[in-house]
């Protein structure tokens, strides 16, 4: 789970880009399979195995440093990858943050583009109605962008409760949180 791949964005969310290189190298040199989020996910749905030592790489909020900086490391190695995006900040073309044209072209390289709310919000903080709205909203605007997408949610800050994970599955989605 990564965020900024930067030398200047906040030191808590960021990685350095040679950070982040070195660790794609090390799943490399160390014989991990990195498979797209889609995969591990039926997968373990149709009750089968995954490799040993696989991965999934994801990216939260939908960071332009994620386009500019990982995507060209991630390439190089070949590991496919996941971007949550938050999209209020994306529509508003806020700095530091990706473009649909940036994202649409990491659609096109096969990316999954999944949902990460509207604004960020935790799902701890919401009524029922706000947190469904705002899944939908979100969702919608990345239809509207991108085309239909797996509906992949990934909590803000990682944070959900037993009502949060109901409102995911009555809305179809897969829910992914985080823990630090």
Known sequence: VYHHVSNSTP????LSPEAFKAHLSFLAENDFTV????????E???GGELPSKSVAITFDDGYESIYSTAFPLLREFGFPFSVFV????IDRQQAGYMTWE????????GVIIGNHGTEHRSMLGQSRDQARADILDAQSRITAELG???????????????????IIAELGFIGFAQTS
Not at 11 to 14: A, L
Not at 35 to 42: H, N
Not at 86 to 89: A, E, F, H, N, R
Not at 103 to 108: A, F
Request: net charge negative; hydrophobic share 25%.
């Open 102 to 109: 940036q994202l649409s072209m990491l659609r096109d390289a």
């Open 44 to 46: 373990l749905n149709r």
């Open 148 to 166: 239909p997408q797996p509906q992949l949610f990934a909590y803000p800050y990682g944070e959900y409760s037993n009502e949060s994970k109901e």
């Open 11 to 14: 030191p808590s969310t960021s």
């Open 35 to 42: 498979l797209p989020v889609t995969e591990i996910i039926s």
């Open 86 to 89: 938050s999209t209020g900040p």
